[in-house]
């Protein structure tokens, strides 16, 4: 079949094939490449059976011919612009009519042997279609990358120790009554009195477990310092959250927070033009100070403190009080401690020497087996604290605690 006679077939002119894009001229004439090596295949087998040697020698020509047709076809496609793997089909194909010239001739002279040869149309390489599985290898980094999580400052803040009881005692000295006088001669002296006090805090233990089979801790690397090292953050975490803010109730312990003193305006309240989160802040350091204490600590969510460094007055420029630094992070000589522990809009200022932990335990840890976990081959690690916290309430007013938005309507001037 000639090519004209395809298009035809197919329900094309040539002057449709010529406006024709690359990639449909290529898929055109690869369904004639199809359809050609059919004809060729059925033309040869035909060929080798035929006893009427003018028959044979006319359906010879037509294979010849139609070699000679693929050939001029694949020419064309050349100079089309088509893609390389037509024309390393015709390639393929004149190669084989080349290795084989000399069995076409003795088959037609003398019917003697056979002519056997494979034309393969190569295509493009695609990762797409080409491709099975992961190749090229996949690199891997080495490690694990661990879940995100805020970072425990709470114990490195208070005054820490340890304790060798499951009980925190202290006296304290509570009802002072009289006190000193200027006295003449031969007058009653002035009395004194108070009354004492036994408080306690007791220790509480806090404890997290991940169960792992043997299998896994032998054949994934670094599984069991990465489990030590998960559970030594949940642990962490789980003890800066009830010192700071731990309701006392249960088996918590009893926080910061839960003893701290409410913010109070005083002699402030409704007084401060234009008050903002910095004058907030200075007064709750004032109310501290005006107790007997010295704040060494203010704590804010890095929202608030990002907030705090963004006031703009109605011109638009920066507020910079007097009592703080450039960045914000000072405020009347008290460090701005930032973390996500707090929560965002509130604030606690405070002399945290007055907060004491003690641990009965340090951080350990333990591998052993749990009812079936033998027979399972799993593993069970422990690990657990045990401490106590305490903040005296003779201390209560060291620590003042607040909302930013209650706190500025508080002490803004009318």
Same mark, same amino acid.
Request: avoid cysteine; proline fraction near 3%; aromatic fraction near 8%.
């Given at each position: 079949?000639?090519?004209?006679?395809?298009?035809?077939?197919?329900?094309?002119?040539?002057?449709?094939?010529?406006?024709?894009?690359?990639?449909?001229?290529?898929?055109?004439?690869?369904?004639?490449?199809?359809?050609?090596?059919?004809?060729?295949?059925?033309?040869?087998?035909?060929?080798?059976?035929?006893?009427?040697?003018?028959?044979?020698?006319?359906?010879?020509?037509?294979?010849?011919?139609?070699?000679?047709?693929?050939?001029?076809?694949?020419?064309?496609?050349?100079?089309?612009?088509?893609?390389?793997?037509?024309?390393?089909?015709?390639?393929?194909?004149?190669?084989?009519?080349?290795?084989?010239?000399?069995?076409?001739?003795?088959?037609?002279?003398?019917?003697?042997?056979?002519?056997?040869?494979?034309?393969?149309?190569?295509?493009?390489?695609?990762?797409?279609?080409?491709?099975?599985?992961?190749?090229?290898?996949?690199?891997?980094?080495?490690?694990?990358?661990?879940?995100?999580?805020?970072?425990?400052?709470?114990?490195?803040?208070?005054?820490?120790?340890?304790?060798?009881?499951?009980?925190?005692?202290?006296?304290?000295?509570?009802?002072?009554?009289?006190?000193?006088?200027?006295?003449?001669?031969?007058?009653?002296?002035?009395?004194?009195?108070?009354?004492?006090?036994?408080?306690?805090?007791?220790?509480?233990?806090?404890?997290?477990?991940?169960?792992?089979?043997?299998?896994?801790?032998?054949?994934?690397?670094?599984?069991?310092?990465?489990?030590?090292?998960?559970?030594?953050?949940?642990?962490?975490?789980?003890?800066?959250?009830?010192?700071?803010?731990?309701?006392?109730?249960?088996?918590?312990?009893?926080?910061?927070?839960?003893?701290?003193? $409410? /913010?109070?305006? @005083?002699? &402030? !309240?409704?007084?401060?033009?234009?008050?903002? %989160?910095?004058?907030?802040?200075?007064?709750?350091?004032?109310?501290?100070?005006?107790?007997?204490?010295?704040?060494?600590?203010?704590?804010?969510?890095?929202?608030?403190?990002?907030?705090?460094?963004?006031?703009?007055?109605?011109?638009?420029?920066?507020?910079?009080?007097?009592?703080?630094?450039?960045?914000?992070?000072?405020?009347?000589?008290?460090?701005?401690?930032?973390?996500?522990?707090?929560?965002?809009?509130?604030?606690?200022?405070?002399?945290?020497?007055?907060?004491?932990?003690?641990?009965?335990?340090?951080?350990?840890?333990?591998?052993?087996?749990?009812?079936?976990?033998?027979?399972?081959?799993?593993?069970?690690?422990?690990?657990?604290?045990?401490?106590?916290?305490?903040?005296?309430?003779?201390?209560?007013? $060291? /620590?003042?605690? @607040?909302? &930013? !938005?209650?706190?500025?309507?508080?002490?803004? %001037?009318?």
């Amino acid at each position: 079949m000639k090519f004209k006679e395809f298009l035809t077939k197919k329900g094309f002119t040539e002057e449709q094939y010529d406006a024709m894009e690359v990639k449909e001229v290529g898929k055109l004439h690869r369904e004639y490449q199809e359809e050609i090596g059919a004809e060729l295949k059925k033309a040869f087998e035909t060929f080798k059976t035929d006893n009427d040697t003018k028959e044979m020698t006319i359906k010879f020509d037509a294979f010849s011919k139609a070699l000679l047709e693929q050939g001029e076809v694949l020419s064309k496609l050349e100079t089309k612009g088509l893609e390389p793997r037509n024309v390393s089909f015709k390639e393929e194909l004149h190669k084989s009519i080349k290795s084989n010239k000399q069995a076409f001739k003795d088959l037609k002279n003398n019917r003697h042997g056979s002519v056997r040869f494979e034309v393969k149309a190569a295509g493009n390489m695609l990762v797409s279609t080409n491709v099975t599985g992961q190749i090229p290898q996949a690199e891997r980094e080495s490690g694990i990358t661990r879940v995100v999580r805020r970072q425990p400052f709470i114990v490195d803040l208070v005054n820490t120790g340890t304790i060798n009881s499951t009980t925190w005692e202290w006296v304290e000295q509570k009802n002072p009554d009289g006190g000193a006088a200027m006295t003449a001669e031969g007058a009653a002296k002035s009395q004194a009195d108070f009354d004492l006090v036994l408080a306690s805090a007791s220790v509480r233990k806090v404890t997290a477990y991940i169960k792992a089979s043997k299998e896994m801790l032998d054949d994934v690397d670094l599984m069991e310092a990465e489990i030590n090292q998960e559970l030594t953050e949940l642990i962490n975490l789980k003890i800066d959250e009830q010192v700071l803010s731990g309701d006392g109730l249960s088996q918590n312990l009893t926080g910061i927070l839960e003893n701290a003193t $409410a /913010f109070a305006a @005083g002699s &402030f !309240a409704l007084a401060v033009p234009e008050a903002n %989160k910095k004058d907030v802040l200075a007064v709750a350091i004032n109310q501290i100070m005006v107790a007997q204490f010295q704040p060494n600590y203010i704590l804010m969510h890095p929202s608030d403190v990002t907030g705090m460094g963004l006031e703009k007055a109605s011109d638009g420029h920066y507020i910079l009080a007097p009592f703080t630094t450039v960045d914000g992070t000072i405020i009347k000589g008290i460090p701005v401690v930032q973390n996500t522990g707090v929560t965002e809009g509130d604030y606690l200022v405070g002399d945290f020497t007055k907060s004491g932990v003690r641990f009965k335990e340090a951080l350990t840890f333990d591998m052993g087996y749990e009812n079936d976990d033998f027979t399972k081959n799993f593993v069970t690690i422990l690990a657990e604290s045990r401490l106590v916290h305490r903040v005296k309430s003779n201390h209560y007013p $060291a /620590f003042v605690t @607040g909302t &930013f !938005a209650t706190d500025i309507a508080a002490i803004l %001037k009318p």
